[in-house]
């Protein structure tokens, strides 16, 4: 029987927030909410494809509790789940596979669709970034969404490849597809958090440039997925939404964030990056 919280339904108001860009990735409109006893943690005893060691026996109570109080961040924002066999509520994030970064920065997720509700995670614990935490476990909730969404039929060209402005260069279309979706999510939660959480920045000085960078990456990927023209009508325009909730959302941050000149400065990076793949590939092309 799975432990449900209080119903989560689209927000009605006018004011932007993270649920409408979560339920334009096509998570459900009104579900019970996951609640955390749900979630299994397995300490493991490494993480090879992440470089991860295990976690020191005596850090595991303080790492559930991290992990706890970030999937609370994060299930305050979106329901994390989805209405599975028989009409009941089930967590898209079942399991977490817990490692122990290198370096202080380390703080990474994956997920497969081999493998549903799985969700691998490695950071240097303690953690310094709760709100970062949360925002990789929405990010892997939209992969969860995404990998049972029948729209992975429809939505792109299959056969084609777009610019990933998190790879640097050529990525499938269903790639750059779930890139697009998760990291568009992810920032959504960060702005709201920023928004929402005045002290935010105090403990993470980083977070609002965190944020911004994403945000101007997530504005690429929806430029390369136009410029390559990889998706169908319905989802360029649910694409187009996601972009236009994202600048109601960050109208709203106080101007202490500086969030404006922040994805200036970022946009201009991004755009860079493609700008000198473009040529390496003009030179690649020409020399082949």
């Keep these: 029987m799975i432990a449900v919280d209080c119903c989560a339904e689209r927000n009605s108001s006018t004011k932007p927030d993270i649920a409408s860009v979560y339920f334009l990735a096509g998570g459900p409109v009104a579900v019970p909410r996951a609640s955390f006893p749900q979630v299994n943690f397995e300490l493991c005893e490494s993480l090879i494809d992440f470089g991860s060691?295990?976690?020191?026996?005596?850090?595991?109570?303080?790492?559930?509790?991290?992990?706890?109080?970030?999937?609370?961040?994060?299930?305050?924002?979106?329901?994390m789940s989805f209405v599975g066999r028989h009409?009941?509520?089930?967590?898209?994030?079942?399991?977490?596979?817990?490692?122990?970064?290198?370096?202080?920065?380390?703080?990474?997720?994956?997920?497969?669709?081999?493998?549903?509700?799985?969700?691998?995670?490695?950071?240097?614990?303690?953690?310094?970034?709760?709100?970062?935490?949360?925002?990789?476990?929405?990010?892997?909730?939209?992969?969860?969404?995404?990998?049972?969404?029948?729209?992975?039929?429809?939505?792109?060209?299959?056969?084609?490849?777009?610019?990933?402005?998190?790879?640097?260069?050529?990525?499938?279309?269903?790639?750059?597809?779930?890139?697009?979706?998760?990291?568009?999510?992810?920032?959504?939660?960060?702005?709201?958090?920023?928004?929402?959480?005045?002290?935010?920045?105090?403990?993470d000085a980083g977070l609002a440039a965190f944020a911004a960078e994403l945000h101007a990456r997530v504005e690429l990927c929806r430029e390369s997925m136009q410029i390559f023209d990889i998706l169908d009508k319905d989802e360029s325009l649910r694409a187009d939404a996601a972009i236009s909730a994202l600048v109601d959302l960050s109208a709203l941050l106080p101007a202490e964030y500086g969030y404006g000149g922040l994805m200036e400065r970022y946009a201009a990076q991004v755009q860079s990056d493609l700008e000198d793949w473009m040529q390496r590939a003009t030179i690649h092309e020409h020399s082949a």
């Design 53 to 79: 060691m295990p976690v020191a026996p005596e850090m595991r109570d303080a790492v559930i509790r991290q992990c706890r109080e970030a999937y609370n961040h994060a299930l305050a924002s979106v329901p």
């Design 87 to 203: 009409g009941r509520a089930a967590p898209l994030i079942s399991s977490l596979q817990i490692g122990q970064g290198a370096k202080i920065e380390d703080m990474m997720t994956g997920s497969s669709v081999n493998a549903p509700g799985r969700v691998i995670v490695s950071a240097k614990w303690p953690t310094l970034h709760p709100y970062r935490l949360a925002s990789l476990f929405v990010h892997e909730a939209v992969h969860q969404i995404l990998y049972r969404d029948a729209r992975q039929k429809t939505a792109f060209s299959v056969q084609s490849s777009a610019y990933s402005p998190w790879r640097f260069g050529l990525r499938p279309a269903i790639m750059v597809w779930h890139a697009y979706w998760t990291f568009a999510a992810q920032t959504a939660f960060l702005i709201e958090m920023l928004a929402r959480d005045g002290g935010a920045c105090r403990h």
